[in-house]
């Protein structure tokens, strides 16, 4: 479970450190996911990206809209703070979409990643639908089951030698929208219309270079589940050794692949009730 805490303190800092390395490893799917948020975008109107991180989506969309006003928001004041040194012509803040002040109407509301770790997903997407403008488009990304992501699956076994267990119910995290049933009841249930779900096959990038394995130990043991399984084990040493010889059998020369995959929601804000 990744808490609103977490974000806002250890999880977030890390990010912002790593940011660099996170939008190299998700470059594969933003492809799709900002192809998807282009095509729903007005040229002018207001804009909100939900869990902006450190702005990649926001700066892709911006230099296709330079007229609508964008608004990004996360919980994490150091990955703001890249955000707003990155892409200039977007505004960004430290937020919470399912609490805070937002801006109003929304002539569009995205996420690369950024929706599954709300404590209540049913009150904070009812609330986003009430400040959306009737027809606005909801365009996000998020991953499917662990099991078809080898970086939080496979690889957590390899190391640890226990396959990972997801929580029973919903917990906020990484895999909380893995099912597609429940997030499309999520968005039915909260005043969504027209949803449709895009099963997206990407190529995770956690490793480049002269030596992409070594550096894709390094972000792999820094972010993500191999991260959290071994940060306090007494052998680290010895599993960040299981996790480079791991590491290379997804090596295609100079880069390590990991094969992954995400769903791209795509909805409309329905009339209000």
Known sequence: MT?????????????AAEYHRTDRSLSDLACHLDAAIL?????????LDIGCGAGATSAALASAR?????????????????????????????????????????????????????????AAFTRLRAIARPGAPLV????????????????VEDVTGRAPVDAIGYAPGPFAFADMPYVLDLLTRTGWTAITAA?????YVAGEGTDPVAE????????????RAIA???DRPQLSARLSAALARYRIEDRVVLPASAWI????????S
């Open 39 to 47: 095509a729903a975008a007005p040229h002018t109107g207001t804009a």
């Open 199 to 203: 099963a997206i096959e990407f190529d």
């Open 3 to 15: 808490s609103t805490t977490d974000w806002q303190t250890r999880v977030g800092d890390v990010w």
């Open 216 to 227: 894709a130990t390094s972000f792999l043991t820094r972010i993500g589940p191999v991260a």
């Open 232 to 234: 306090d084990a007494a």
């Open 265 to 272: 929601w795509r909805a409309h804000a329905g009339e209000p």
């Open 140 to 155: 996000f990304s998020c991953f499917r089951e662990r099991t078809r992501n080898a970086f939080a699956a496979a690889l």
């Open 66 to 122: 330079p007229d609508l006003r964008i608004t990004g928001i996360d919980l994490s004041e150091p990955l703001v703070a890249v955000a707003r040194t990155r892409v200039p012509a977007a505004s960004f803040r430290i937020a919470d979409a399912a609490t805070d002040p937002l801006p109003q109407p929304l002539d569009l509301l995205y996420s690369r990643h950024g929706v599954m770790f709300f404590a209540d997903p049913v």
